[in-house]
């Protein structure tokens, strides 16, 4: 059974950081690929930052050179680093995780995490 567990989450003002974890329970694949995802109230869900296992990460253009995906493979935990927060960047945070198919900033992930409230106020 695969259990995401995300925790960091947080209200900060702009410009300020934090850092999300996602702790990964009953998953180890020597092939995956993780990432981070996002839902802001009425919006759709959207990919964040994705990384597989080989390291290569992928950003959405709304977080290239403020967010930074990464991982700890011996601590099974995916990290979110996010500096120089906007508001725009309020949202349930989730983590995501699979084991076929394409790595890509797509929702097609069959594992997800409960979510971390991020609020950035201006």
């Known amino acids: 059974q695969v259990q995401l567990v995300e925790s960091g989450g947080g209200s900060v003002q702009a410009g300020g950081s934090l850092r999300l974890s996602c702790a990964a329970y009953?998953?180890?694949?020597?092939?995956?690929?993780m990432g981070w995802f996002r839902q802001a109230p009425g919006k759709e869900r959207e990919g964040v930052a994705i990384?597989?296992?080989?390291?290569?990460?992928t950003y959405a253009d709304s977080v290239k050179g403020r967010f930074i995906i990464s991982q700890d493979p011996a601590k099974n935990t995916l990290y979110l680093q996010m500096n120089s927060l906007k508001p725009e960047d309020t949202a349930v945070y989730y983590c995501a995780a699979k084991t076929t198919g394409l790595c890509n900033l797509g929702l097609g992930f069959p594992y997800w995490g409960q979510g971390t409230q991020v609020t950035v106020s201006s």
């Open positions: 009953g998953y180890s694949y020597s092939n995956y690929c």
């Open positions: 990384i597989n296992s080989h390291g290569t990460r």
